[in-house]
C-alpha cells in the first residue's frame, strides 16, 4: 500500500537558517504530492503541492520538488523565520484509489528560535 | 468564508458512552473525510465519503459509523466510546475539478475528544 515517510523531529533552528525537512513515498499509482502545516491549536493548511514528475511546488518562500527516480518531496526553505513554527506533514493521493483519499507522514515539529 | 466547521471543540466522555461529531462545509465540497491525529502517527483516515447518500471505510474505521444525509454535512459517530478513542479529529472536504481528482483538502480546526 501507499506510504509516507518523514525525517524524525522536532526539529529547531535559529532564525535564518536553513530548513531541510525530508520526505519520502512509496505508491501503487501516479500520486499527487502536498505539504500540509498545522499551527498550534488548528487544523492542516495547504503549504504547497506538485503533481507530477519533476514539479516544483513553492510558496511562502517554502519550496519542495517531485523527485520520481529517488521518490521524494523534500521541504526546503533557505530563511526560516520565527512564524513557521509549526507541525509540516508531507502527504500523497493516489489516482489509483477513489476518493483522493489522502496518506500523511508522521509530521515534523519545527520551532524556530528568535 | 467559514469552510469546514466542526462541532463540538473539546467533549470528555465516560467508556460506553455515545456522541456524534458534526462537520459542515459551505464550499459545496463532492468529497468529505474524517481523520484521527494521534501523536507520532499523524492523521489517520477513518472514514470518507464521494458524494452525498454515499460513505466508504478508511484504514480505521472499526468503532465509527458515519452518514452523508445532506451534501453538506458529515457526522462521525461513537457508538459505544472506549478509551483509545481518544484523539483529536479533524474533517475535511475537497473537489472535483474538470473530471479531476487529487485537489487540495481543506480541514476543520478539530475537535479534542478524551475518553475516560
Known amino acids: 500500500g501507499d506510504s509516507v515517510t518523514q525525517m524524525e523531529g522536532p526539529v529547531t533552528l535559529s532564525e535564518e537558517a536553513f530548513l531541510t525537512i525530508n520526505c519520502t513515498y512509496t505508491a501503487t499509482g501516479y500520486p499527487s504530492l502536498f505539504w500540509y502545516v498545522q499551527y498550534p491549536g488548528e487544523g492542516l493548511q495547504l503549504l504547497l503541492k506538485a503533481t507530477k514528475a519533476d514539479d516544483k511546488g513553492s510558496n511562502k518562500g517554502f519550496e519542495a520538488t517531485y523527485r520520481k527516480e529517488t521518490t521524494s518531496f523534500h521541504l526546503e526553505k533557505g530563511s526560516v523565520q520565527v512564524s513557521d513554527s509549526a507541525v509540516y506533514f508531507c502527504a500523497l493521493s493516489d489516482r489509483e484509489t477513489s476518493g483522493s483519499r489522502l496518506t500523511f507522514g508522521e509530521g515534523t515539529q519545527l520551532t524556530v528560535n528568535p | 468564508n467559514a469552510g469546514v466547521t466542526q462541532t463540538p471543540k473539546f467533549r470528555v466522555l465516560k467508556t460506553g458512552q455515545s456522541m456524534t461529531l458534526l462537520c459542515a462545509q459551505d464550499?459545496?465540497?463532492?468529497?468529505m473525510y474524517w481523520y484521527r491525529q494521534d501523536p507520532g502517527m499523524g492523521l489517520r483516515l477513518i472514514h470518507y465519503?464521494?458524494?452525498?447518500?454515499?460513505?466508504a471505510k478508511g484504514e480505521v474505521p472499526d468503532g465509527y459509523n458515519v452518514s452523508r444525509l445532506k451534501k453538506q454535512n458529515f457526522l462521525l459517530g461513537l457508538e459505544s466510546a472506549a478509551p483509545s478513542q481518544t484523539s483529536v479529529y479533524f474533517c475535511a472536504s475537497s473537489y472535483v475539478q474538470g473530471g479531476q481528482i487529487n485537489q487540495p483538502q481543506h480541514f476543520g480546526d478539530g475537535t479534542r475528544l478524551s475518553i475516560l
Open positions: 465519503s464521494v458524494g452525498e447518500g454515499t460513505t
Open positions: 464550499m459545496n465540497h463532492e468529497y
